[in-house]
């Protein structure tokens, strides 16, 4: 690969993570990663060591998924109890992790 094809790699990669979270409405700060196909995750934060943390996160989560489906090949997530555990943290009226006023 030349220079210039590695530059285009690199480009059109971050334009098809940019589309998908445009299209998809995804807010970059609610999912600080993504995984894309034949690369390794991209994650980033407020710094560096952020960034690192979140890719440590995404390893953790690949690692209890590949057990889950190892033990039940039929595993499932409810949407509903995702989106509650996600909202108690994140949404308008989180209480989860919050500081005390």
Not at 41 to 67: L, R, S
């Amino acid at each position: 690969m030349t220079k210039d094809q590695m530059d285009e790699y690199e480009y059109n990669t971050g334009v098809v993570i940019v589309d998908k979270f445009k299209k998809d409405n995804i807010n970059p700060v609610h999912t600080p990663g993504v995984l894309v196909k034949n690369h390794g995750p991209f994650t980033w934060g407020k710094n560096a060591d952020e960034a690192v943390y979140h890719a440590v996160v995404a390893e953790q989560v690949a690692k209890m998924a590949f057990i889950s489906f190892s033990v039940n090949p039929n595993t499932t997530m409810n949407p509903l109890l995702v989106e509650k555990h996600f909202n108690r943290k994140h949404g308008p009226n989180a209480y989860y992790g919050q500081k005390k006023k």
